[in-house]
Nanobody, 127 residues
Framework: QVQLVESGGGLVQAGGSPRLSCAAS????????MGWFRQPPGKEREFVAA????????YYADSVKGRFTISRDNAKNAVYLQMNSLKPEDTAVYYC????????????????????WGQGTLVTVSS
């Protein structure tokens, strides 16, 4: 039911700090746990970050912990991924995803049960 559209990708230099945005449709956005995944060239899709429906809890992959921050604004039907200190290995198509699991927000363990995916936005990090 919910539809997701990512934006904010593009070509950035190593060490850069872009912010990705995910806009959601509908009136039920606040009932979804949200997350970001990414797929590097030639690799499988991997989990990046997740946030609970209220925004009170977050969880990150070890590879981005301390560098990336996920947040949401339920009044704007939006979720964000602030990326700092980008590395070339961060190059990937980044996807926004939603899951209706109540208070459960560990989307890294629910990749095959998510309700919606965005089309993705490409982030290319140059050195």
């Amino acid at each position: 039911q919910v539809q997701l559209v990512e934006s904010g990708g593009g070509l950035v230099q190593a060490g850069g700090s872009p912010r990705l945005s995910c806009a959601a449709s509908g009136r039920t956005f606040s009932t979804y746990s949200m997350g970001w995944f990414r797929q590097p060239p030639g690799k499988e899709r991997e989990f990046v970050a997740a946030i609970s429906r209220s925004g009170g809890s977050t969880y990150y992959a070890d590879s981005v912990k301390g560098r990336f921050t996920i947040s949401r604004d339920n009044a704007k039907n939006a979720v964000y991924l602030q990326m700092n200190s980008l590395k070339p290995e961060d190059t990937a198509v980044y996807y926004c995803a939603a899951g209706r699991f109540g208070d459960y927000y560990r989307l890294d363990l629910k990749i095959n049960a998510l309700d919606a995916w965005g089309q993705g936005t490409l982030v290319t990090v140059s050195s």
